[in-house]
């Protein structure tokens, strides 16, 4: 860490700063300058937290050259990382992983009818939320436990690995009971307590992209899961919140290679959520498989009309057919281009 002094800053105050800086066991290294001094910071394994320092009289800014994750850098750990789901497979240099099923688990039919759309399409993992983070009170929240139920049914009757969002801390034994893999939504991003116990379990972690997170944020948020020891972490772009307000969110494609190449975990996309639009589902799906991403997340259901939940971002199960009919073709010519 570097720290810029004001041009204005006393001897004193340089002093109190880099007494501060020692007093975190760290060394101090004054660096005059024509126009005001730095201190370089020495001695640090990783990030150095700043809050303190920051806020000391005669300090102008505070310079991070360490980021705040290790673990999860591909400087670190050079060799890309691949998260197995049962049957199905994130990772380099192979084909992308496809989640779809409904945002909610609304009845028994209902899972299973999606699932055999998913199946018979070829997708490879089933999803559906039984505990739903809704942004009113009064929109639907799920079916809970008895969600889960029909969730595990649905994937055993099509053989398909599933995943569903955990929220709270107290709904890990029951997901961890009937899921194949634990989503982090993006509300959760930095629910730290949650992060670390799903650090200490062996479940696969799936982690969306907070709205609001910055990429740093992002990979630090998968860092704490990694620190308690679970490696098997897929990250998933869902869209930012930014001014434009023509889709649900801004589809921030750019972190996938970005991803690829700070990290060595797989990175996939989740263009339902990102666009908010049924019409848009299809071209940004195909766009994040060329910008290199391990896998997309699709909200389907079988009849998108009477979805309690994001209908209006549900493929049916002819858009879903079609769009992997499209992906298959495309393949082809990613592998040759
Ligand atoms: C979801 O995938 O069901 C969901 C709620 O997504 P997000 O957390 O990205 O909003
Ligand atoms: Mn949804």
Redesign the pocket.
């Known amino acids: 860490m570097l720290i810029v002094m004001h041009h204005s800053a006393s001897e004193e105050q340089i002093d109190q700063v880099i007494s501060a800086v020692q007093s975190m066991g760290l060394q101090a290294e004054p660096i005059p300058g024509s126009l005001r001094t730095a201190i370089g910071v020495l001695g640090n394994q990783g990030y150095v937290d700043d809050s303190t320092i920051r806020n000391l009289p005669g300090v102008r800014e505070t310079i991070h050259v360490s980021k705040p994750y290790k673990l999860v850098s591909r400087d670190f750990h050079p060799a890309s990382t691949e998260v197995t789901v049962r049957s199905a497979v994130f990772g380099d240099n192979r084909p992308p992983v496809i989640i779809a099923g409904p945002?909610?688990i609304e009845s028994e039919e209902q899972m299973l009818e999606a699932a055999r759309t998913v199946k018979a399409a070829g997708g490879q993992m089933l999803?559906g939320?039984a505990f739903?983070?809704r942004t009113g009170p009064h929109s639907f929240q799920g079916l809970g436990v008895e969600g889960l139920k029909y969730l595990r049914l649905a994937g055993d009757a099509t053989e398909l690995p599933v995943v569903t969002?955990v929220m709270r801390i107290e709904q890990l034994d029951a997901v961890c009971k009937h899921a194949d893999m634990l989503?982090?939504?993006?509300?959760?991003m930095q629910n730290f307590d949650l992060l670390k116990e799903v650090g200490r379990l062996d479940h696969p972690v799936l982690l969306?992209?907070g709205?609001s997170a910055t990429l740093e944020e992002f990979l630090a948020a998968a860092e704490y899961i990694v620190a308690e020891g679970n490696g098997n972490v897929v990250l998933?772009e869902?869209?930012i919140r930014t001014f434009e307000r023509a889709t649900r969110n801004t589809l921030d494609l750019s972190v996938v290679p970005l991803i690829r190449d700070m990290s060595h975990l797989p990175i996939i996309v989740?263009p339902?959520?990102a666009t908010g639009k049924r019409s848009l589902v299809p071209v940004m799906a195909k766009a994040a498989l060329v910008a290199g991403a391990h896998g997309l997340?699709i909200?389907v259901h079988p009849d998108p009309a009477t979805a309690l939940?994001?209908g209006a971002q549900s493929l049916d199960g002819d858009g879903f057919s079609a769009l992997m009919g499209q992906i298959g073709g495309l393949q082809d010519y990613l592998r040759t281009h």
Do not use: F, L, T, V
């Open positions: 945002c909610s999803r939320g739903k983070p969002e989503q982090i939504g993006a509300r959760n969306k992209r709205m998933c869902r869209g989740d339902s959520h997340m909200e939940c994001d």
